[in-house]
């Protein structure tokens, strides 16, 4: 089944404490994105990437940082997570360009204490 | 980057059409409009996409005029598993920007 997995689903942690979530797709795509999602405030792009090694900053991208090592891969990390990084955060790719068709993940929520 | 402007909210009846319309004057030449629908929890799913007059599929329908600065998704005859939030994105198919979704419209079907 075509699809894009994360993981964790659901994370509680404290400040400070680096943690990584995965995402994987298995449908060949050369584009994949990261967004959180906050009340009131919509969907909004943290990083995307275009390929393998290539990353490059959304909307949100301060506290975060990502990689792209391997096509079907593109882990989020928080080396030092606050607080204000308490969101629902979703992970998408899509066949080649940004403007295609867009598959997400089912999404990781995230507590920082 | 084309900012959309959609209603924040609308209500509607099981059986009926839904039409919402996205505002978008500075759409760009090579830009294309494309609609999502998220419902509580779960990531966004694609509906519908196109670049001018209309374009149709088994769930929904999209109208965009010439002048492009405006489009509307037709959702026919809804059901209460409609009920979710409906985002307009305008941007182009080619490029390395970021995606921006708004704030989108939060549709309530009603028995």
């Known amino acids: 089944e075509a699809q894009v997995t994360q993981n964790p689903r659901y994370l509680i942690t404290v400040t400070g404490k680096k943690l990584t979530v995965t995402c994987s797709q298995n449908?060949?795509?050369?584009?994949m994105s990261w967004y959180r999602q906050d009340p009131g405030l919509g969907l909004r792009q943290i990083y995307y990437?275009?390929?393998?090694?290539?990353?490059d900053k959304g909307d949100v991208p301060e506290g975060y940082k990502v990689s792209r090592k391997e096509k079907r891969n593109f882990p989020l990390i928080l080396e030092s997570p606050s607080p204000n990084q308490t969101s629902l955060y979703f992970c998408?790719?899509?066949?080649?360009?940004?403007?295609?068709?867009?598959?997400f993940g089912p999404g990781t929520r995230l507590t920082v204490l | 980057l084309a900012k959309t402007t959609q209603p924040i909210s609308m209500d509607s009846y099981e059986g009926q059409e839904v039409n919402i319309t996205c505002s978008h004057n500075?759409?760009?030449?090579?830009?294309?409009i494309t609609w999502y629908q998220q419902f509580p929890s779960q990531g966004p799913r694609f509906i519908i996409q196109?670049?001018?007059t209309k374009v149709t599929n088994e769930v929904a329908s999209l109208f965009i005029p010439a002048d492009r600065k405006s489009s509307t998704l037709s959702l026919p005859r809804v059901s209460l598993s409609d009920t979710a939030v409906y985002y307009c994105?305008?941007?182009?198919?080619?490029?390395?920007?970021?995606?921006?979704f708004g704030s989108g419209t939060r549709l309530q079907v009603q028995p």
């Open positions: 998408a790719s899509s066949l080649e360009i940004s403007y295609n068709e867009q598959f």
């Open positions: 196109g670049y001018k």
């Open positions: 994105l305008v941007g182009a198919y080619t490029g390395r920007r970021a995606l921006t």
């Open positions: 500075n759409i760009a030449t090579n830009d294309y």
């Open positions: 990437s275009m390929n393998v090694e290539v990353t």
């Open positions: 449908m060949n795509h050369e584009y």
